[in-house]
């Protein structure tokens, strides 16, 4: 199982290519990678990103913890469901096309 911090260079590198807004996505993905980034991919549960957000939100504003939030959400929801996005894998498999 990749860590956190080489699932998000994998999905950073996925949107670079295929949405305008990479950077945005980057941006807001970069402080759950920093504190998060060396533990493995499948022990990020719904608790670590509760408390993700109770610190950050001691930190910058609501809108930036909401926008955080709902990158590490769509991670989550990708590793859970085995659907990485169009053409985006993470465990090494071919890309579907």
């Known amino acids: 199982m990749p860590t956190v911090r080489q699932f998000a260079h994998r999905y950073v590198e996925h949107v670079r290519a295929t949405k305008k807004s990479w950077a945005f996505d980057e941006a807001r993905l970069k402080a759950f990678a920093q504190k998060h980034g060396d533990r493995g991919l499948d022990t990020v549960i719904p608790a670590t ?20 939030w709902h990158i590490a959400v ?6 859970l469901s085995g659907n990485q996005g169009k053409s985006f894998r993470m465990n090494g498999a071919p890309e579907r096309t």
Do not use: G, I
């Open 49 to 68: 990103v509760d408390q993700h957000k109770a610190t950050r939100a001691r930190e910058v504003s609501p809108r930036t913890v909401n926008h955080e």
């Open 74 to 79: 769509t991670l989550a929801q990708r590793k």
